[in-house]
């Protein structure tokens, strides 16, 4: 077990950052000129760094998956984004937002990570703005915010429910000018497979190109992953179908550390499940319970409908437990809460996995056209998958798994312990802690790409200017290649008799059932073995129809699925060590007489980062310690 350096620099916490970029190495106009950068992934993370570095002038190569920028996953981000601006007059600083995450993290995150990140919010907003981002305004034309789960003050600034949306199409024009100015090259419909090492330094990615199925390779002076989260392990879960853990996996098995894979975060505002072959499941955004209330019947044999039932009949569990935060308390906390009054009888709905989020009241106060203008959008799709009118009916919803707060390892200057390779955004580690704030996804990922990276990849490409760029006619883009393309053929050739999906969901049902909301000892000792079960399935059993020659998505979603299983395996290791209860990662043999997370601060304030040592082997447990000068280590606590 190796201790990780996180490279955090000295000085007051409120200083680290400010003293830390006066210091940084600089590269001159003419030498960013002279170097490339490879970004992976189009959403708001790698949108903002590719088009921040290419305005400083570095040559930047773009990928994405999808046929355009504008179809990334963060487009799918619905409620806000967080910034300590404070225009409530309410009592948010910089600290107070800083505090929130700390606490919302549960303690489990960096100190100088995530001061940093409430320190740059506010720019985040200013530079959103200057690219016509059509935040909601108040009636004398400032900016609005509303609050998120979590907190008590108003700092969540909103585009309705299209939030990330707005977002990304701001970042997309960005990343659009520096594609005419011919700074960048974009490269859609390309998938990276393969990270490429020379003497142990990132050089270069292997790419599969969708459409024609050949493999191309690409150098670099440097290579940043943005590629999103892991929440498709599960099947199930808010994720967009394509999302995948595929690049960043890749990473991994070339040497860079993966922590925290077991603090997945499960959303509480979801549309329940309605059948047995449902392949996704739809967001609701947690904007919602600023203004409606979750409650469930009083009683177990309940089979009246909703507008039925009395007040004095009706239990609003998360006011009666939580009265500080009522129905905005923290996801993890919510969702758990949710799950309890189901697994005990009170859920509504055909299957009894469901609560009620009612906005009767919310309507009666406000009227319905402001509550149509804050979450109208919302509504109409609601009413489309379920048929129901929320004007009318509470909704139902269920918790359902959303974000992955674990993710490659990261310094300070966001550099995974491979040289030369970067990770921003969701696909990292380093801010959330163990439970992700609302509103705060949004934050981190154009925090990093238009605020820190810009700053931090300077320190290593400063070493850079006098190396000459590695060929790709290189022996280790051929040892990467042909690697790829062995698998490729493999999946081609293999005369198996189960679909790919047939796999997938199997890996999710194994997955929530045992490294779910919940763990205990015995189930995850249960999911290793039926993972290494399915694990030897999939390779004698799959098969992929079609040619690799091609547009093939089933050949795509077999090499996803391949790196889903193996990352199930370190997910269910990662939730096996850590021998404790904190934010989402709840074991059940650790917590508290009234059913709270129990943390064990004496063995686990740090980080477990997973390093790859071979297929034979489990993974290597590296750690960093985490330590907490400017907060106090508390029971969190909501009440």
Known sequence: MATLNSNIPNGELIDKWTNYRSSLPLVSPSNKQKLDIIVVGTGLAGASAAS?????????????????????????????????????NDGDSTYRLFYDTIKGGDYRSREANVYRLAEVSGSIIDQCVAQGVPFAREYGGTLANRSFGGVQVSRTFYARGQTGQQLLLGAYSALSRQI???????????????????????????????????????????VVLATGGYSNVYYLSTNAMGSNVTAIWKAYKKGANFANPCFTQIHPTCIPVSGEYQSKLTLMSESLRNDGRIWVPGS?????????????????????????????????????????????????????????????????????????????????????????????????????????????????????????????????????????LGASALMQGLADGYFVLPYTIGTYLSNEINKSNINTSHEAFDKSESKVLDTINYFISNKGNASVDFFHRELGKIMWEYCGMSRNESGLKKAIVNLKDLKESFWKDIKVLGSSDSLNLELEKAGRVADLIELGEVMVHDALQRKESCGAHFREEYQTDEGEALRNDDDFTNVFAWAYENAESEPKLNIENLTFENVSLSQRSYK
């Open 52 to 88: 921040s570095l290419a305005e400083m002038g570095y040559n930047i190569k773009s990928f994405c998956f999808q046929d355009s920028p504008r179809r990334a996953h963060s487009i799918a981000a619905q409620g806000g984004i967080n910034a300590s601006k404070n225009y409530q």
């Open 180 to 222: 005419a100015n011919g700074k960048v090259q974009m490269f859609s419909k390309h998938e990276m497979l393969d990270i490429v090492l020379v003497n142990g330094v990132a050089r270069g990615i292997i790419a599969r190109n969708l459409i024609n199925g050949q493999l191309e390779r690409y150098s670099a002076n440097a």
């Open 300 to 436: 177990t044999d309940e089979n009246r409908s909703p507008d039925q039932i009395p007040e004095d009949q009706r239990d609003y569990y998360l006011e009666r437990r939580y009265p500080a935060f009522g129905n905005l308390v923290p996801r993890d906390i919510a969702s758990r809460a949710a799950k309890e009054r189901c697994d005990n009888g009170y859920g509504v709905g055909e299957t009894g996995q469901a609560v009620y989020l009612d906005f009767k009241d919310a309507i009666s106060n406000l009227g319905i056209e402001t509550i149509r203008s804050r979450y109208g959008n919302l509504f109409e799709m609601y009413n489309k998958i379920t048929g129901d009118d929320p004007y009318n009916t509470p909704m139902r919803i269920y918790p359902a798994v959303h974000y992955t707060m674990g993710g490659l390892w990261v310094d300070y200057n966001l550099m995974t312990t491979v040289p030369g390779l970067f990770a921003i955004g969701e696909c990292n580690f380093s801010d959330h802690g163990a439970n992700r």
